[in-house]
């Protein structure tokens, strides 16, 4: 295969996992290369369901090199309890999962400072974090007060530690929130430290062999396009760069070593959290397509928000991203819905027309979505396993969807489980 960098081309829970999963038969190394463990990403294979959070969903396959590279933000102890899960399953990723050394640690007062900000927050001002630390970790990392994995084979990494905790518990008791123990701090970083030495390596020397020797690598981030730090919805976003140019800087592979860009993205659209949404649907088929869809967060349990599919995202996620094949999942969902709508393009209370999306958020607040409508196919499609078993309808909404975001449609899935996936010529 290919070296390929798997994108999310929505605001996330498009369906990566599975895709992944399915991309992973063919890859040698897979490689996070980016968030932290307040994405999930599930796998439903042979009836079992799998939900990883840090850890590629190629340690489900055997014979396969999982990498946590250097752009992700890791918690030790959600690292610890995803490998003793993965266990007591039947998969061992001792030699087969390497942490980078120079991935930052999301530490437990990171968290402690997450929750406390967000509190302190008015309504309006929210931002909707899960609470897990991610975005005080990269602002360590930015600010240069981080801690690497790797300092975990340093003498003086609990020295780090004291000194993390004792910053920070000045800044709570600023905001009134509690203190966090210094000693118990200590005494539980230090195991989580033996626990993870065993899988600390330098993975940008490790994933660079493997291309040299031929091997294909499969880059996979977390989140989506609309909630990338640069690109997305400022500020109802996540604090990394989840689009393909984060690949490169979160893994340590040359952009010239990369060969194709797959993007996923689903036949409708949802969000969580906070944040402009165009298409949302606050009605009977929204609530319709989040029971069907099964839309929560594999991480939170949060409902998603819901709408049609905004092809003006779609748009935006291609030329950002140099999306070259999509991933279309959740075709399913659709199966009993009459008519189904597609956002072509936003029009503004002055009626200029917009046919990418905005980097003013307040431009968003004076635009509607501009519609036009589908039949749909009311007919079952998850037991269709070729293209050409889908409904006449069916495929000509695909189709139209491809027409109006561009590249070529590699993936259809019509199901959650490995066997309701289809290969198109990816």
């Known amino acids: 295969m290919p070296n390929t960098i798997l994108v999310g081309a929505q605001w996330g829970d498009e369906g990566k996992g599975k895709v992944i999963d399915v991309l992973t038969a063919q890859a040698d190394v897979i490689v996070r290369y980016q968030g932290g463990s307040n994405a999930g990403h599930t796998v439903i294979a042979e009836g079992k369901k799998y939900v990883l959070h840090l850890i590629p969903s190629g340690i489900l396959h055997p014979g396969k090199q999982c990498v946590i590279g250097n752009g992700v933000v890791m918690d030790p102890f959600d690292l610890i309890k995803e490998i003793d899960g993965l266990r ?15 991935t930052h640690m999301v530490m437990r007062w990171h968290r402690a400072l997450d929750a406390a900000d967000e509190a302190r927050r008015s309504q309006e001002r929210k931002i909707g974090t899960t609470g897990r630390g991610i975005g005080p970790a990269y602002g360590a990392k930015m600010g240069r007060t981080g801690l690497r994995v790797g300092e975990m084979l340093s003498p003086r990494f609990l020295e780090r530690v004291r000194s993390g905790v004792e910053e920070a518990n000045v800044t709570l008791a600023g905001w009134g929130a509690p203190a966090l123990d210094v000693q118990e701090m200590l005494s539980v970083y230090a195991q989580a430290a033996e626990t993870l030495k065993p899988y600390i390596a330098d993975t940008v020397a490790l994933v660079n062999a493997a291309d040299r020797a031929g091997k294909s690598i499969l880059l996979e981030g977390a989140q989506g396009t ?201």
Not at 237 to 250: D, L, Q, R
Not at 304 to 328: E, H, K, P, Q, T
Request: proline share 6%; hydrophobic share 35%; glycine share 12%.
């Open 88 to 102: 007591e399953q039947g998969f061992d990723p001792l030699g087969r999962l390497a942490i980078s050394d120079r």
């Open 226 to 426: 609309m909630l990338d730090i640069d690109f997305g919805t400022y500020p109802f976003v996540t604090s990394s760069n989840p689009t393909a140019g984060g690949a490169c800087t979160g893994s340590g592979l040359s952009p010239r070593r990369v060969d194709r860009v797959v993007g996923v993205i689903k036949c409708y659209t949802t969000r969580v959290g906070a944040g402009p949404f165009p298409t949302e649907l606050n009605d009977a088929t929204g609530e319709h397509l989040r029971q069907k869809g099964g839309e929560f967060g594999a991480t939170t349990g949060r409902p998603r928000r819901c709408g049609w599919f905004d092809a003006v995202v779609g748009r935006y996620s291609a030329m950002v991203n140099g999306v070259d094949f999509w991933a279309m999942t959740k075709l399913d969902v659709l199966d009993e819905q009459p008519v189904i709508k597609i956002c072509t393009a936003y029009l503004r209370d002055d009626g200029v027309r917009y046919e990418t999306f905005p980097a003013d958020l307040s431009v968003l607040e004076r635009c509607t979505p501009v519609y036009e409508e589908m039949p749909g196919w009311l007919t079952p499609t998850s037991a269709c396993t070729r293209y050409e078993e889908l409904p006449i309808k069916a495929r000509a909404y695909v189709e139209r969807l491809v027409s109006l975001i561009g590249g070529r449609l590699g993936i259809l899935s019509v199901g959650p489980a490995r066997e309701t996936t289809m290969r198109l010529g990816l």
